[in-house]
């Protein structure tokens, strides 16, 4: 049965499955993320989330199933991987900054060198984007110089520099400390208020209760519940959802 390739979907996942040597991370994944949405992915250590993202735009390649995006499965083999990391960007949770070229340069590099856009414009949309994250001041500084919140959101900035259709985070805030937290979060919480396409794994509960859209809550690789946060994180329906919030500070 062919797959039913929706406009309102930025991706669409079929039956996705990935292993590594013997253990089985990702089970049989069937998921649907809206466009214009902040979808948040929980659950605990090693259920698959970080695996699930990466998946998303071919950091990792999944054994089978599909990933449905603009219209094409970028599992398939002629499919060039390259397409899908253009327009779906990724904040990672150690920033992955280039440690030996200035902030500004890091924002710059992936229009220019990806896209093909001329260097003056790829300036000015990445000054333009370091000034939405607070760091236009700090354009010209090298990595090192920066506070772990201050290199995420260099790291944030970046990634709309290349203008995607979506931005998957991979726990954003988890080598930070609390303050700095506060700060990314603000960040990603004016992001979703503009409407951008955001799938993010995070162990943040507020803010996967108050700001996004869908939550989906994962576990042993299986997707065990999946809907609106409120309703989901407030009456749980599974023992498993039950037992993790648990242990929560929710």
């Known amino acids: 049965m062919k797959n039913k390739k929706d406009k309102d979907y930025i991706l669409q996942v079929r039956n996705l499955n990935k292993s590594f040597h013997d253990v089985k991370v990702l089970k049989n994944i069937n998921l649907d993320f809206k466009k214009g949405q902040t979808t948040t992915i929980i659950g605990p250590s090693g259920s698959g989330k970080s695996t699930l993202i990466r998946c998303l735009n071919r950091l990792e390649t999944a054994d089978s199933g ?40 890091n924002c710059v590099i992936g229009p220019e060198k990806v896209l093909g856009i001329d260097k003056q414009t790829a ?66 919480i004016k992001l979703a208020q503009e409407g951008l396409s955001m799938i993010i794994v ?36 599974t023992s498993k959802l039950t037992k993790f919030l648990q242990k929560t500070h929710l």
């Open 66 to 105: 599909e990933i449905n995006f603009a219209g094409q499965n970028i599992l398939d083999k002629r499919y060039n991987p390259n397409f899908a990391q253009k327009h779906i960007s990724m904040v990672f949770q150690q920033f992955n900054l280039f440690a030996n070229k200035s902030v500004l340069d």
């Open 123 to 188: 300036r000015q949309r990445a000054l333009l984007n370091l000034e939405k994250v607070g760091m236009k001041a700090f354009a010209g500084k090298l990595p090192y110089s920066l506070s772990g919140g201050q290199k995420q959101r260099v790291a944030i900035a970046r990634a709309l520099s290349m203008k995607p259709q979506a931005i998957l985070f991979d726990e954003p805030t988890s080598a930070l400390d609390p303050q700095m937290v506060a700060e990314v979060l603000d960040i990603i």
């Open 202 to 237: 995070t162990h943040e509960m507020r803010f996967a209760r108050d700001v996004s859209t869908d939550l989906i809550f994962l576990q042993d690789g299986e997707v065990v519940e999946q809907g609106n946060p409120k309703k989901i994180l407030s009456k749980p329906k």
